[in-house]
């Protein structure tokens, strides 16, 4: 262990700063509740428009680099390979990227479209079902993995070409200079990716918490209440703490694989017992909206209509994935070394969207169709939008094998809650250890105690969702260092061949890099 591992001041700061407001949210419930929902109020309704410009350029820019003259170019040195197999490094990849939320809103997310719709569309009609679906493929589609191609791709590149420190501070260097990327400002972008993490994984430690004690009331007779929760956080942290800590290899990706089979596993099953002409028509239908509509409902806001809808949900969507970019991102860039820029962009961008929007396509179609004929009341239907967490177990238990599949997602739940929080807290190792490849295991130990400290007090707090609004509006600010790392990457790119790469024998490690 260095000298300084815990004397460095963006560990102490950014430590200090999610304590504190954790604390806040903890002691002062009620004053931390108004002042999130103010500020992200403020945000959105404001500034909604940016929102929803910058995750389409993502978009465009991840695509334009996969296509270009560039798309050649290894994440490494030239004669680099990928360090994880293709199938590993997609499990990794996915588990961190979505976590327990694809499980989480699988089946409630287009439910509460169906209820809810965007003004204009009847609500619980097959209109709003139609909807549905295509809103929820562009929430978890090309857009927020396109958010992650930027950040990660920045990284990946610096960090495996160039020698740069594995720091969201290294990615802006060749646009603020070597001096500001090491200097305050690089500091600051820093402290803010480690908040935006911290937050990030305590809120879906959380609500992945609330979801497999629904899930355990309903199969086992379990309660539901804080210490059934917290013997969960208990056993949960015990095993994301032990996979981070004996490294990507052998526990990260062990976990990851087993968490991707799972999930093929349930998604098969599911698509068997469920109403399969539906989920077909869902898919090919949503999939035309979806692109049919892909300008449009990317910048779908109005300046004198009612954009209730968009606010809650879409615009809502973008600014938690913005958040959630630097600790994706970081790791993303951490298990990409020796692939090509266009293998990394499809690889990140194109295969976990079409897996995601398969799942949402199967899951949502058992959903919506028992709402569609009558097998939910209206009272369940609006209940599975109010309550995810249950919702869930409730539909499943309308098909055949509903209690065998009940438990598989309620282990799926456990292991996609796992791959979440063991790569939030490699992270967070890495971005208060200087970049480190490779963080000690104290400080995987310390992150792993914290974060499921404070789950489990803003769960007594009832502050969860307070914690997620105030880091959503926290990561405001990485809209513009993400269109920064934009810039950044591009002119490193036009000076790759002039500049020396890791493997060139002319090339000198910078001070603080892992080649150093």
Request: contains cysteine; proline residues 4%; aromatic residues 12%.
């Amino acid at each position: 262990m260095k000298k300084n591992e815990f004397t460095n001041p963006v560990f102490i700061i950014g430590l200090l700063l999610a304590a504190g407001l954790s604390i806040w949210g903890i002691v002062g419930n009620e004053s931390f509740t108004e002042v999130a929902g103010a500020m992200f109020t403020f945000l959105t309704t404001e500034f909604g428009w940016l929102y929803l410009l910058v995750m389409l350029t993502f978009v465009f820019f991840a695509i334009a680099l996969a296509v270009s003259k560039y798309g050649k170019i290894k994440l490494g040195p030239d004669d680099s390979k990928p360090e994880y197999s293709t199938m590993s490094w997609f499990a990794m990849l996915f588990g961190c990227g979505m976590g327990v939320g694809l499980v989480f809103w699988g089946i409630a997310e287009p439910i509460s479209h169906y209820v809810g719709p965007m003004a204009g569309i009847e609500p619980s009609s097959a209109a709003s079902a139609q909807f549905a679906m295509s809103a929820s493929f562009m929430h978890w589609g090309l857009h927020p993995w396109a958010g992650y191609v930027v950040v990660g791709l920045a990284l990946a590149y610096l960090q495996f070409r160039k020698g740069k420190p594995a720091l969201i501070s290294s990615a802006l260097e060749p646009l603020i200079g070597e001096k500001n990327a090491k200097g305050v400002l690089g500091k600051i972008v820093d402290i803010l990716a480690i908040f935006a993490t911290v937050a990030g994984v305590v809120t879906s430690l959380g609500l992945g918490v609330l979801q497999i004690n629904a899930g355990a009331s309903y199969l086992f007779g379990i309660p539901v209440n804080l210490t059934v929760q917290i013997i969960i956080i208990a056993i949960i942290s015990v095993i994301y703490i032990g996979s981070s800590v004996v490294g990507i290899e052998k526990g990260i990706k062990v976990i990851g694989d087993l968490n991707l089979w799972i999930a093929i596993g349930v998604l098969l099953v599911c698509f068997l017992v469920g109403p399969k002409v539906d989920t077909l028509n869902n898919l090919v239908g949503g999939l035309g909206d979806y692109f049919g509509t892909f300008f449009q409902s990317s910048l779908g806001i109005s300046a004198y209509g009612d954009n209730g809808w968009m606010l809650g949900w879409r615009i809502f969507y973008w600014a938690w994935w913005i958040a959630w970019a630097p600790f994706v991102g970081v790791f993303i860039a951490r298990i990409s070394k020796g692939r090509t820029i266009r293998e990394f962009v499809a690889g990140v961008l194109l295969v976990p969207a079409a897996a995601s929007i398969l799942w949402f396509a199967v899951m949502g179609t058992m959903g919506l169709t028992l709402a569609q004929n009558g097998a939910l009341t209206p009272d369940q239907v609006a209940g599975i939008a109010a309550s995810p967490e249950t919702g869930l177990f409730l539909v499943l238990s309308k098909y055949p094998l509903g209690m065998i599949i009940s438990a598989v997602v309620l282990l799926l739940i456990c292991t996609f809650f796992i791959t979440s929080a063991n790569s939030g807290t490699f992270v967070l190792g890495m971005l208060s250890s200087e970049g480190n490849l490779n963080p000690s295991n104290v400080k995987k130990i310390l992150w792993g105690v914290i974060q499921s400290v404070l789950a489990v007090a803003l769960l007594m707090a009832g502050g969860l969702k307070p914690l997620q609004t105030i880091s959503i509006a926290a990561a405001f600010l990485f809209i513009f260092i993400m269109i920064a790392m934009m810039v950044a990457v591009v002119k490193a790119l036009a000076k790759d061949k002039e500049t020396p790469n890791v493997g060139d024998p002319d090339f000198v490690p910078p001070e603080g890099s892992p080649e150093a």
